[in-house]
Each structure stands twice: as C-alpha cells, then as structure tokens.
C-alpha cells in the first residue's frame, strides 16, 4: 500500500482539525437529542475503552473486575479498544463511549473545541512520548529536523511533545513537512523511510527502539498525564457507575504499583511485543505512584500545552483553553474512591465482550 502524501502541517492541516471540531458539535447535538438515557433510566450497557498505552485499563479488562462490580447493577460492559487519544475523543465525542482513556493534552482540547466530556481520575504519569529517528540517521538534534518530515497523530500527547521540542529548538511546526497517521502507522512509515522522525509513543515506540530506532529527543515533562474521561451525560446522569469505575481504576493502578512483572506481562500480551519491551515501559517509563486527584502538576502540564491549541489553529483563543481548563476536571469521584471487593479472575478477558477500533 503506498504511503500517504506528505503535507506540511500549516493551513490544510489546521483547517482539517477544524473541521473536526465543528463536525463534533453537530455529533454532540445529535447525541444529546437521542442521548443515553436521563437521570431516571437504568444504564444497561457500560461502553469503555481499552489501550495498549493505558496499562491499567488491560488489568482491568483481563480481570473481568468491572463486570464483576457492575453485575449487581445488572449492567454490562462492552469494551472499545482505542487506537490513540484522538481515536478516543472521537468515540466519546460521538457518544460510542460513557469513558475514554487519553492524555491529558487531548482531554483538554476535546473540552477546548466544545466536547461536552470531564476528566474524572489521573491514571499515571508516563514518559510515554519521544521524537524517533532510524538508526544511522544524519539528524542528530531536534535543530536538524528543519524541513524533515515527522510522522504523528493529530491531537496526541506525541504531536504536542513534538511541537514543543521544535518551539524550545527554536523552529515550529511550520518548519516541518507533518504526516499525519496513527501511531502504528507512524512507525512502519520511520522504518519503511517514508519519513525522517516519528513523534512515538509507547508501548509502540519502545518496540522500535528495542529493534534499533533511536530515541532522538526525550522529556518527561513535555509529557502530560494519561487521565480517564466521561461524557458530560454519563457523569449527571449514571454517578454511581461512574464511582464503580473509578474505584476499580483505583484497584488497577494499586496491583500494578505491587506487581509491576505482572503488568509487564499483560501489556505484552495485549500490545503483541516481548516482554522485556513491555517490562521497560511499565518499570522505567510509567509512574502509577500519582494522585488520582489533579493537583498543581497536572494543571502545570495542561497549561504548558495549551498555548499550542491555539497556534495550531485547533482553538480560537487563549480564554477559550481557559475555560476549558477550569471545567474539565470533575474530582468527585476520585476523591470518594472506595475499595472494590472484587478478586481477579483468571482469562476473565476471553469472555469479556471487545470491540476493536478500525484505526
């Protein structure tokens, strides 16, 4: 298959991240009108997502701990998996999940561009972004990446790290020619030469590296915290689920502080890469050691990114980041986390019902 043409990331990209966002407020409309159901109606289906770069949400699911809560709700889960933040935002924007896993760059730009979605717990801290480049590359400094081409996921943690390592260089994105593809993609196109750097991210990045790329450029603070979402009408309206999942969320980064082999083993189970890939991602790139409540850190992370919204065209204005900001954190939840009773079950994720997304 050939590869997609390369565009530089100025006007035309802008205006497709534009078009997104309006494309969104017309979803949005549609679902409230159809909606999930008021205050008054039971939840029958619970639609979550699942990522190989939400570590946490893989424990969950092969555990089968959130059927296990939720069965005396006679609620059900269905599982989504999410190729990227931007995969996640797009399924919550359109009402196809109540909660989504993304980072909390794109958390905020999805509230920023009009999605009526909160972030509802702080998950972890992870270095899970980089800019990569093939080994024996003639780039050897985010300087010499004027006029390459960089391969990134529009409205991911990667493509805003990648933005800021440029601006701190001295560049922009304008100076770069940006293919915009998923993540996955993002690597083949590095190793088939297709572009000269990839804005990476793990568990994806660190399989490329294991294989000889190179992690060009890394900063663990132009990475923003990987944070849980709801939908505005899933949080007023199905409280009590929205408790149960955080609580078991809460249970999963618990385990996985305790048995980080244990989390290394289902990341590599899931994510399809050797162990010892997955052992570097959970034990040198992960911190789960966070408070699921957002504290000055996290609202430092989110701040630094935002500028970028609105250099990017993605966002009107500065006050509109702003605003989003101050109302995207609903901490209710994650400051009435409870221990969950449920015990892990074994394989509970072959019977677990999955969808996986089209990327």
């Known amino acids: 298959m050939p590869s997609p043409a390369v565009s530089r990331a100025s006007r035309s990209t802008r205006t497709s991240l534009k078009a997104v966002s309006m494309a969104a407020a017309v979803t949005l409309l549609a679902t409230a009108c159809s909606g999930d159901g008021g205050e008054d109606e039971q939840l029958e289906t619970l639609n ?10 893989l424990i969950i699911l092969e555990n089968g701990w959130l059927e296990e809560e ?7 889960v269905q599982w989504v998996q999410s190729q990227g933040s931007n995969r996640a935002n797009e399924n919550l924007r359109a009402g196809n999940i109540h909660v989504g896993s993304t980072a909390g760059s794109a958390a ?22 980089a800019l990569v480049t093939q080994e024996g590359s003639d780039i050897e400094s ?16 990667p493509y805003f790290f990648m933005a800021r390592a440029l ?24 190793e088939n030469g297709d572009v000269d ?19 060009l450029y890394r900063n663990v603070d132009f990475n923003t915290y990987s944070v849980i979402n709801a939908t505005g009408d899933f949080v007023e309206n199905h409280p009590d689920v929205a408790q149960i999942v955080v609580n078991v969320y809460e249970q999963a980064r618990e385990w996985a502080t305790e048995n980080p082999e244990g989390t290394a083993e289902i990341l590599a189970e899931y994510a399809g890469i050797e162990l010892e890939i997955a052992e570097a991602v959970i034990t040198e790139r992960t911190n789960f050691e966070v ?7 996290v609202y430092a992370a989110m701040e ?16 509109a980041v702003d605003e989003a900001l101050d109302s995207l954190f609903y901490t209710e939840f994650a400051e009435n986390i409870e221990a969950t009773d449920a015990e892990g079950t074994e394989n509970a994720a072959d019977e677990a019902d999955i969808e996986e997304d089209d990327e």
């Open 70 to 76: 939720l069965e005396e709700l006679d609620v059900d």
């Open 304 to 319: 630094a990114a935002g500028p970028f919204f609105v250099e990017n065209g993605d966002v009107d204005s500065q006050e």
């Open 197 to 215: 750097a990839w804005a990476g991210l793990d568990p994806i990045m660190a399989g490329a590296e294991a294989e000889g790329a190179e992690l």
């Open 291 to 297: 408070d699921p409540v957002p504290g000055d850190d």
């Open 108 to 129: 905020l730009l999805n509230r920023a561009v009009g999605a009526d979605t909160h972030t509802i717990l702080i998950e972890n801290q992870p270095e899970w972004s």
């Open 142 to 157: 985010v300087e010499d990446l004027e006029g390459a081409s960089i391969a990134a996921t529009l409205a991911t943690d």
């Open 48 to 57: 979550i997502d699942f990522a190989t770069y939400n570590p946490l949400s």
């Open 167 to 190: 601006q701190e260089a001295g560049l922009s994105v304008d100076d770069v020619e940006v293919q915009a593809l998923q993540h996955a993609d993002g690597r083949q196109a590095l």
